[in-house]
């Protein structure tokens, strides 16, 4: 579901940059919206978790998704101040911040759900 995540992401982000908002607050906002929305499809979809979710694994969504916003906004910042395009640096950005937040999710989130689904087939 990293699509639609994107997606969102994306309209988001350059909804805000057309409206000049600055491409830093833009990214942060953009990626939040993107956060719910990741967090049902993933959970529900991508890695197929049906017991329903408790404190620890929020936590842990949360935390991987501030650490992934945080490769992101540095990424869009040190490529924006590399000088390349807006579009360059936010592809590039959000490439590198959704490599992070799968592997994140896989292993360290949605990882006890995913064994215990192994064990059970």
């Given at each position: 579901m990293g699509v639609g995540n994107t997606l969102i992401?994306?309209?988001?982000?350059?909804?805000?940059?057309?409206?000049?908002?600055?491409?830093?607050?833009?990214q942060i906002c953009s990626y939040s919206a993107g956060i719910?929305?990741?967090?049902?499809?993933?959970?529900?979809?991508?890695?197929?978790?049906?017991?329903?979710?408790d404190g620890k694994e929020?936590?842990?969504?949360?935390?991987?998704?501030?650490?992934?916003?945080?490769?992101?906004?540095?990424?869009?910042?040190?490529?924006?101040?590399?000088?390349c395009s807006l579009l360059v640096s936010k592809l590039t950005a959000t490439i590198g911040g959704m490599v992070m937040n799968f592997i994140g999710n896989r292993i360290w989130v949605f990882g006890d759900s995913l064994k215990n689904i192994q064990d059970q087939e």
């Open positions: 992401d994306f309209g988001v982000f350059f909804l805000l940059t057309a409206c000049h908002v600055p491409y830093l607050p833009a719910t929305n990741s967090y049902v499809w993933n959970r529900n979809w991508t890695f197929g978790v049906k017991h329903k979710a929020i936590v842990r969504f949360l935390t991987m998704n501030i650490a992934a916003s945080g490769i992101t906004f540095l990424l869009l910042y040190l490529f924006q101040k590399g000088g």
